[in-house]
Structure formats: C-alpha cells, structure tokens
C-alpha cells in the first residue's frame, strides 16, 4: 500500500490560506526558494499527484506551461500521474491533455489510489485534505514555512482534529527565512 504525503504552504503563525481563502501569503517566497533541492529530491520519489478542485485550478493556470529551466519542479509536476478529486469539474484539462477525474468520497478515492501508487502527494487542497486527516491516511505532512505573519486565517488541518504524533525527518532552513520541514505520522 503506498503512502500519502500532505504538503502544505504555512504561514509563521500555522495558516495555509488567508481569511478570505487568499494565498497572497505566498509572494514571500523569494525568488531563490523556487529552486528547493529539498523538493526536487521529494519529486524523485513521488508516483503521483491528487488535486482538489480548487487547488487543480489553481495549477492548471500555469503550471502546464511553467518553464522548467526556471522552475525545475515543473518538469515532475507535468510529468507525473494526477489526479483530481471533484463531483463537479466536468473535465479537467491539463496542456494538451487531460487529467483524471476522480468523482465521490475524497478519502475513499484517496485509498484507492493508495493501492495504486508508492507515493502520493496532495499539494493544498484543504478540503480534500481535511477529509485526509480525518480518514487517518496521511503518513506523511510536509510544511513549506514562509517568513510571514498574517495573525488570521484557515489552519492546513481541520478544526477538532483528533491528536496526532509526529516525528520529525528533516527541517531545511533557507537563507531567506523559508523553511522545509518533514513529519511522519505516528
């Protein structure tokens, strides 16, 4: 069965998303963040990628046209199998072709693709990935902490959510105060 890794983009004080669901948070990244060799090696070992409907969106907007001398994960991100999770896209183009639309209960597709995949990551998507960690199937919680306090806004993990251990695999510090950090699930 392969494993499920949750990456989410936080803010210093814990919010993946703004009061008003805005991410403009994300323009603290520094130019030179973009070329993280601690993500590209991630990239080496993920088998696929499962989108929400919103964060697909967002995505689709560029990524299938990144330049990837630029921005070197845009290579593995075209690249590898992805997946959506909507009952109301009614297709989901991606360049010149499409993606698949996974329809129904977001953690029961989740699993399904467990039996499929080593590895796969969920890149925001806080409602699917809400459904994730309730449903107990992410092993692994990768943070991309950006040097920014906003003091409101949506926490990457649902409200009332039971506790949870993690071990800490890696932390990679960058000059410009963005941080990685690597969690297990217990």
Do not use: C
């Amino acid at each position: 069965m392969g494993r499920l890794a949750v990456e989410q983009v936080v803010t210093v004080d814990g919010y993946a998303a703004e009061p008003d669901g805005g991410i403009g948070f994300f323009e603290a990244f520094a130019p030179e963040d973009l070329v993280d060799e601690n993500q590209l090696e991630f990239m080496q070992h993920v088998d696929a990628i499962l989108f929400g409907a919103n964060t697909y969106r967002m995505f689709t907007d560029y990524w299938p046209t990144a330049d990837a001398d630029a921005e070197p994960v845009a290579e593995p991100i075209n690249r590898l199998p992805k997946f959506v999770v909507s009952n109301t896209l009614a297709d989901a183009p991606w360049g010149d072709g499409s993606i698949e639309i996974l329809r129904g209960d977001g953690a029961e597709a989740a699993a399904a693709l467990k039996q499929r995949f080593e590895r796969i990551v969920v890149w925001g998507s806080l409602t699917l990935a809400d459904a994730l960690f309730e449903a107990g199937l992410v092993e692994e919680v990768r943070l991309r902490m950006v040097p920014v306090l906003i003091g409101d806004g949506r926490s990457f993990t649902p409200s009332g959510l039971e506790r949870r251990r993690l071990a800490l695999d890696s932390i990679t510090p960058h000059p410009s105060g963005y941080v990685g950090m690597n969690y297990r699930v217990r």
